[in-house]
């Protein structure tokens, strides 16, 4: 069984930055491929990032540029560092881990979920 538990979510202004969490708990947790998602108001949760144990990443279109993933294996962590925030972020963020591929992660395989961050970007 593995855990996950994000922090980091809050209110923040358009261009500002934030900076999610995501601590996983869990056997050999730090081999999964880690990601997040993210869920606006009205619209179907849609992929955001992921990284796997190896440290390649993946990213959404709409953020490649200004957000970046990373993870340490060693607590294991996986942190999404959000810049030029803008309105349309405007979602919760839900961590995400599979023991599958980065590929898969992408398409929804994913066996775990945290129950999400509040991000919320004003204008």
């Known amino acids: 069984q593995v855990q996950l538990v994000e922090s980091g979510g809050g209110l923040v202004q358009s261009g500002d930055s934030l900076r999610l969490s995501c601590t996983a708990s869990?056997?050999?947790?730090?081999?999964?491929?880690m990601g997040w998602f993210r869920r606006a108001p009205r619209k179907d949760r849609e992929f955001v990032a992921a990284i796997d144990w190896s440290g390649s990443t993946h990213y959404a279109d709409s953020v490649k540029g200004r957000f970046t993933i990373s993870r340490d294996n060693a607590n294991p962590t996986a942190d999404l560092q959000m810049n030029s925030l803008e309105p349309g972020d405007t979602a919760v963020y839900y961590c995400?881990?599979?023991?599958?591929?980065?590929?898969?992660?992408?398409?929804?395989?994913?066996?775990?979920w945290g129950r999400g961050t509040q991000v919320t970007v004003s204008s």
């Open positions: 995400a881990a599979t023991p599958y591929t980065l590929e898969a992660l992408t398409k929804s395989r994913v066996d775990y």
């Open positions: 869990g056997r050999a947790v730090s081999r999964y491929t």
